[in-house]
């Protein structure tokens, strides 16, 4: 499939290149997988693990979008057209309004067109199909994402599918997930590339690394153990651990890098951690007293662990910023 708007070739080891390997030893410059180029790459490698212990995601995903929107007007400076991101929201739930709504205050503070596109639980499949097609044709969207989950009476499935890849900036189309899968660039879904994007900016080492992730889910766990396995970016020896695995939790005491996504407060404990592991929680949930919690045990794991992202203020972040990422990568 020709795809003009990702980063084709492998980053040439170039000046940049080389220099950036030099940097981090994770993130080879021959061969990338995703749609990251030179100046994504130029992003990154800001912190020092060794004097970061919590992994600040709400300041990385800040400065990520400062990145962002300084490439932004300067591609409006030299005439070209500011990225536009079309959401499609169905329904009424509150959680989907508010994450619609915030992708889109996130578009307009970094100088992005957005358009907002909401629709009563009434509409049927074959009529949200037909939006899906106009702005699969309208050349002045340059990427869009449906916000699932969609009523019953939708398959969304087959909305999914219906967007073209090369507009699929959430990630979620089969041809970016197999992309992915064996390595070519595609628009890797925001959850995972954020991970992805928070462990290379602080440079951690996943080489060889033993990667155990909880979570087999298609919007991060799946995607995750893919990306920590590909020879670019993990090079990692990845565990996947779901609620059939057996062992889990001595699975998880053998992890160099433990990532938790399984939606359940405080399911990693102490005792499932390995002394200077590098934690990373995705879980977002609510405790007993309805505080944000995440799927880890902060207050007991982050003294154990060699580094640590607390919830809320870690990956969360990060997933909207990568969406503003794959939209501007659309433009190309
Ligand atoms: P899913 O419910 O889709 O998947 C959960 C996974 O965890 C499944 O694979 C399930 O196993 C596994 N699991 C559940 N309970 C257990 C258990 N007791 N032991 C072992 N495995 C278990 O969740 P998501 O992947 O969508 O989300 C996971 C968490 O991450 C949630 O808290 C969600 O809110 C959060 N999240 C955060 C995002 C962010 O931006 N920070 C973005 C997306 C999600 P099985 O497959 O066998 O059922």
Same mark, same amino acid.
Request: proline letters at 5%; one cysteine or more; glycine letters at 8%.
């Given at each position: 499939?020709?795809?003009?708007?990702?980063?084709?070739?492998?980053?040439?080891?170039?000046?940049?290149?080389?220099?950036?390997?030099?940097?981090?030893?994770?993130?080879?410059?021959?061969?990338?997988?995703?749609?990251?180029?030179?100046?994504?790459?130029?992003?990154?490698?800001?912190?020092?693990?060794?004097?970061?212990?919590?992994?600040?995601?709400?300041?990385?995903?800040?400065?990520?979008?400062?990145?962002?929107?300084?490439?932004?007007?300067?591609?409006?400076?030299?005439?070209?057209?500011?990225?536009?991101?079309?959401?499609? *929201?169905?329904?009424?739930?509150?959680?989907?309004?508010?994450?619609?709504?915030?992708?889109?205050?996130?578009?307009?503070?970094?100088?992005?067109?957005?358009?907002?596109?909401?629709?009563?639980?009434?509409?049927?499949?074959?009529?949200?199909?037909?939006?899906?097609?106009?702005?699969?044709?309208?050349?002045?969207?340059?990427?869009?994402?449906?916000? %699932?989950?969609?009523?019953?009476?939708?398959?969304?499935?087959?909305?999914?599918?219906?967007? *073209?890849?090369?507009?699929?900036?959430?990630?979620?189309?089969?041809?970016?997930?197999?992309?992915?899968?064996?390595?070519?660039?595609?628009?890797?879904?925001?959850?995972?590339?954020?991970?992805?994007?928070?462990?290379?900016?602080?440079?951690?080492?996943?080489?060889?690394?033993?990667?155990?992730?909880?979570?087999?889910?298609?919007?991060?766990?799946?995607?995750?153990?893919? *990306?920590?396995?590909?020879?670019?970016?993990?090079?990692?020896?990845?565990?996947?651990?779901?609620?059939?695995?057996?062992? %889990?939790?001595?699975?998880?005491?053998?992890?160099?890098?433990?990532?938790?996504?399984?939606?359940?407060?405080?399911?990693?404990?102490?005792?499932?951690?390995?002394?200077?592991?590098?934690?990373?929680?995705?879980?977002?949930?609510?405790?007993?007293?309805?505080?944000?919690?995440?799927?880890?045990?902060?207050?007991?794991?982050?003294?154990?662990?060699?580094?640590?992202?607390?919830?809320?203020?870690?990956?969360?972040?990060?997933?909207?910023?990568? *969406? %503003?990422?794959?939209?501007?990568?659309?433009?190309?």
């Amino acid at each position: 499939m020709e795809q003009s708007h990702v980063h084709t070739a492998p980053l040439p080891c170039g000046e940049q290149g080389l220099q950036k390997k030099h940097q981090c030893a994770s993130v080879p410059c021959e061969g990338r997988t995703s749609q990251f180029d030179a100046r994504t790459e130029a992003r990154r490698g800001s912190f020092n693990k060794k004097t970061m212990q919590i992994i600040d995601g709400k300041a990385t995903a800040a400065q990520i979008k400062a990145e962002i929107k300084a490439e932004v007007e300067a591609i409006v400076a030299q005439g070209g057209r500011a990225p536009h991101l079309a959401a499609v *929201l169905v329904g009424h739930d509150g959680g989907s309004e508010t994450y619609v709504r915030n992708k889109v205050l996130a578009c307009e503070a970094c100088g992005f067109q957005s358009t907002l596109l909401a629709f009563e639980d009434t509409i049927t499949e074959e009529e949200l199909l037909a939006v899906v097609d106009k702005l699969n044709k309208d050349e002045a969207i340059d990427g869009f994402i449906v916000q %699932l989950p969609l009523p019953r009476h939708i398959d969304e499935q087959k909305v999914t599918e219906a967007i *073209l890849p090369e507009k699929d900036v959430d990630g979620f189309h089969p041809v970016n997930v197999g992309r992915m899968s064996i390595g070519l660039p595609a628009f890797i879904s925001a959850t995972p590339l954020g991970i992805l994007t928070l462990l290379q900016r602080y440079n951690i080492e996943t080489r060889g690394k033993k990667v155990a992730i909880l979570g087999r889910s298609n919007i991060v766990g799946k995607p995750m153990s893919m *990306l920590m396995m590909q020879k670019q970016y993990g090079d990692s020896t990845v565990t996947v651990l779901h609620s059939h695995s057996q062992n %889990l939790a001595e699975e998880c005491r053998q992890a160099d890098i433990l990532i938790a996504a399984i939606g359940s407060p405080a399911f990693v404990t102490a005792d499932m951690v390995k002394p200077g592991a590098v934690v990373i929680d995705v879980g977002i949930n609510r405790d007993e007293n309805g505080k944000l919690c995440g799927d880890v045990d902060y207050a007991a794991i982050e003294p154990k662990a060699s580094v640590i992202t607390p919830v809320p203020g870690g990956v969360g972040p990060m997933t909207i910023t990568m *969406l %503003l990422e794959n939209t501007v990568r659309a433009v190309e």
